[in-house]
């Protein structure tokens, strides 16, 4: 038996309809015939296919069951970190683990074969023949409903359409193994399939949810429009992984701003968070600044918010193979937390020391791609740091070198802070290179920015751009561009 995919069924009017013009079934202009003039139509059908479109079971799941809050995504998280620690417990428990019996679940997700069959439910009389097609696939499912009465269903609405099995048959996998499995259905001119409510409308959820990401990726340019959205509405944008966003911190203070918009009482408030929002925002991108007043915000439930952020702390934690591997792992699901969204502001990895002087290390990864696209007169910022209670951000540019006259690769730190602000620090530019792949310090210096300015180098690497890009670059390993910055606060 087989779960059928729902637009596989509902497609049926694409499959015949679809360009279809007077004459052209069969006219020389189209590349494959068109059947348009045959769907519904009795005088070319040889089938009678009835949808009954019936109530949900209780069995019936959301695409979030996986992880449907945030708070069970916190909770998933540490029961695979304590997995993870167990695993030399669980080598040196091997005979223990030989005894034990194979579960057929896994995390109480049940495997199926989706290569068998497809069986139907066929009874005598043309009325009586049922097959249902949302729980093909499973023979619990088959033995509950093989035992239901057609007088026991509640039928919310009914489709009744003349059909050509040989052209579903070659259109549709589904409709293929139904009429050529060489069971009684084979041979049945009346057919009923029993759909349930919301997988009947799942194919025109999922569009919508696909046209609401694709005109709002970018939300700055329509941040009023988005505010308005309801939160079916959000959560189609906000979950897309091609978001347009400064940084996944702009997430949060956009999510935050159309929850006290939208849900004005502190208690619901929190509850949306908990069930609905929470799981939109990548915690593990955001700043550590930021999430230090996740810990304080009063619209995260006081036991969640500990949890989440220290979840996106362990990420950050992390090696680079492990955060992607991470990050594979939940490719396909609904709401992702690990994978990196496509952030205009470039995130940095920062070390900040107290004593015995202010000061941080900051660390910035430029993937190829990126580079490439500056060129000939791109730049691209990273997210902005602190040090000593001001804010600073990197710049990487790809700039015309006026002596030389050809392309090269810069890089500039900057100062947010306007007006008559003064302070001095010393720094030092660093990047990974070949053969090493070790640190190797490029410029460094003392500065005293006033102001919003920035100090930085027109030409980092002393080479012009087609020798930084080629292919046998010192300076791109494994695909990636490695940047160091060293700030101290000078006294």
Excluded at 86 to 110: A, F, H, W, Y
Excluded at 207 to 220: E, G, Q, R, S
Excluded at 313 to 325: G, I, V, Y
Aim: include cysteine; glycine fraction near 6%.
């Amino acid at each position: 038996m087989r779960v059928l995919n729902v637009p596989d069924l509902f497609d049926l009017s694409t499959i015949m309809v679809s360009d279809f013009s007077p004459g052209g079934a069969f006219g020389s202009d189209t590349t494959e015939p068109d059947f348009g003039f045959a769907f519904n139509d009795s005088n070319f059908s040889d089938r009678v296919l009835r949808i009954e479109i019936i109530p949900d079971s209780p069995e019936t799941k959301s695409d979030g069951d996986c992880c449907s809050s945030i708070a069970d995504w916190a909770r998933n998280r540490k029961r695979r970190r304590e997995d993870f620690k167990k695993e030399i417990d669980v080598v040196q428990r091997q005979e223990q683990v030989l005894n034990c019996n194979v579960p057929d679940t896994v995390d109480g997700l049940t495997y199926e074969n989706r290569d068998e069959d497809a069986v139907a439910m066929i009874e005598g009389s043309p009325s009586d023949v049922g097959l249902n097609c949302n729980q093909i696939g499973n023979d619990t499912a088959h033995d509950n409903y093989s035992s239901l009465n057609k007088d026991h269903l509640t039928v919310l609405r009914v489709n009744i359409i003349h059909i050509s099995s040989p052209i579903l048959a070659a259109k549709s996998p589904f409709f293929y193994k139904l009429f050529s499995n060489g069971m009684t259905e084979s041979e049945q001119r009346y057919v009923t399939l029993w759909v349930h409510a919301s997988d009947a409308v799942q194919p025109l959820a999922d569009a919508a949810k696909l046209f609401l990401a694709a005109k709002y990726k970018d939300v700055t340019k329509f941040q009023d429009e988005v505010l308005n959205l309801p939160l079916a509405g959000i959560e189609a944008v906000f979950s897309s992984d091609d978001l347009q966003v400064a940084s996944e911190d702009a997430v949060y203070d956009f999510l935050l701003k159309w929850a006290r918009t939208h849900y004005p009482k502190l208690e619901e408030r929190r509850g949306v968070f908990a069930t609905r929002l929470g799981r939109l925002i990548r915690f593990p991108h955001m700043t550590c600044r930021k999430l230090k007043k996740v810990l304080t915000c009063n619209d995260f439930d006081a036991e969640i918010a500990p949890k989440i952020v220290l979840e996106a702390l362990f990420f950050k934690a992390e090696t680079p193979h492990k955060q992607r591997a991470l990050a594979s792992e939940e490719a396909n699901a609904p709401f992702r937390h690990f994978l990196e969204r496509a952030y205009k502001y470039r995130p940095v990895k920062v070390l900040e020391f107290e004593k015995p002087k202010q000061q941080c290390v900051v660390y910035l990864d430029l993937k190829r791609e990126e580079c490439a696209h500056l060129f000939p007169g791109g730049k691209v910022y990273s997210q902005a740091f602190h040090l000593g209670g001001q804010g600073f951000f990197f710049s990487a540019h790809c700039h015309m070198d006026q002596q030389s006259s050809f392309h090269c690769f810069g890089l500039f730190l900057g100062m947010q802070e306007k007006g008559a602000v003064t302070f001095a620090v010393d720094y030092e530019f660093a990047a990974r290179s070949k053969p090493t792949e070790d640190y190797v310090s490029k410029y460094k210096g003392n500065y005293t920015f006033t102001g919003r300015k920035a100090i930085g180098y027109r030409n980092l690497f002393g080479i012009p751009w087609t020798t930084f890009m080629a292919d046998d670059s010192n300076f791109f390993i494994n695909g990636v561009l490695h940047l160091r910055a060293e700030l101290t606060v000078r006294q």
